[in-house]
């Protein structure tokens, strides 16, 4: 997940990624995830710029029925690195690497990329049925006697 500016040739080039990012994302979302794909290099004078699309998978909690599962989710990147080092340019929503020479490590900014990316409570399955409100069972795996509104008379009647 680097780039040589040293190396790296004018004009247009791939580069190929593929590796694991520490997400540490809490609450039942990945802790890491694998990510690969080909990204577009392309090298001005003054700045590289990276985009393209990476997929990644990690394990999380579904969203419906809290069991583990792999979520497989698309990360568009654009990262830019600027040789101007100097410069107080912030561009839109593109990630910023003030770096004139030397490897340009790109794994902060793809994990960024990553994080920002994922997916709001995805589910193990499309049709996945979650967990009854009533009784909390897995409702992919077995049925219960609750209907849909009404509460477990158990709860009934706590504060
Ligand atoms: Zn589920
Ligand atoms: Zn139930």
Same mark, same amino acid.
């Given at each position: ?33 694998? @990510?690969?794909?080909?990204?577009? #290099?392309?090298?001005? /004078? !003054? ?6 699309? $990476? %997929?990644?998978? &990690? ?19 654009? @990262?830019?690195?600027?040789?101007? #080092?100097?410069?107080? /340019? !912030? ?6 690497? $003030? %770096?004139?020479? &030397? ?57």
């Amino acid at each position: 997940m680097k780039l040589d500016l040293d190396r790296q040739e004018t004009g247009h080039s791939d580069l190929a990624i593929c590796g694991t990012l520490k997400l540490g994302l809490p609450d039942g979302r990945p802790s890491e995830a694998q @990510v690969e794909g080909i990204l577009e #290099v392309q090298n001005l /004078e !003054s700045r590289v710029l990276v985009n393209g699309s $990476l %997929q990644a998978e &990690g394990l999380a909690e579904c969203g419906g029925c809290l069991e583990e599962f792999t979520v497989r989710w698309d990360v568009p990147v654009e @990262v830019m690195v600027l040789r101007d #080092v100097d410069s107080d /340019e !912030s561009e839109g929503a593109t990630l910023l690497i $003030l %770096q004139r020479k &030397g490897e340009v490590n790109l794994h902060d900014s793809l994990r960024e990329c990553t994080i920002l990316a994922y997916p709001q409570a995805p589910l193990c399955k499309p049709d996945c049925k979650g967990l009854c409100p009533g009784c909390g069972i897995d409702r992919n795996q077995a049925t219960c006697d609750c209907s849909e509104n009404e509460i477990d008379p158990r709860w009934e009647g706590l504060p």
